[in-house]
């Protein structure tokens, strides 16, 4: 199970409350694929995940294409690439072609790990003043 730690928030509660809500996302989906739930469920909630995911990433490109983040079109090619394997392992998952090894490869790994706790921190110091704003607003 993953659990959400205070060190990867970045301070902006729309971001912060976003992934919190993808860990909660895909514990539940990974859970789901460990006790062998019947392959067309785990399908759907990789279907919802990546519905979700798709909108958030929407909204995380207005942001960074507003703050001026130079790496944006890199990171537009990676969120279209993670989605692309959302659909693949959702496909993978009906037709009985993957296995919970490629579903922890997708969620936990390039997922959380690369994405989330590696790429999009690197947008951060393009977020500073937004971030003091958030702060001091709660």
């Known amino acids: ?16 409350e976003r992934n919190r809500a993808l ?11 460990l006790s062998d739930a ?18 958030y990433f929407g909204v995380e490109e207005t942001l960074l294409a507003s703050v001026g983040f130079p790496e944006l079109d ?3 090619a990676l969120q279209r690439r ?17 296995t919970s090894g490629d579903v ?6 390039e997922l959380v790990a690369q994405h989330l706790l590696n790429a999009d921190r690197r947008y951060l110091p393009y977020l500073a003043p937004k971030r003091s704003y958030s702060a001091a607003n709660k």
């Open 104 to 109: 922890f490869q997708l969620l936990v790994h």
């Open 74 to 76: 890199e990171h537009m």
């Open 23 to 33: 860990f909660t996302d895909v514990n539940t989906l990974f859970g789901h694929v």
């Open 38 to 55: 019947p392959a067309d469920e785990s399908a759907s909630l990789v279907d919802a995940l990546r519905m979700s995911i798709e909108e």
């Open 82 to 98: 993670l989605i692309a394997s959302a659909t693949a392992l959702s496909k993978g998952l009906r037709s009985g072609h993957v």
């Open 1 to 16: 199970q993953l659990v959400w730690r205070s060190t990867y928030e970045c301070g902006m509660t729309t971001i912060d």
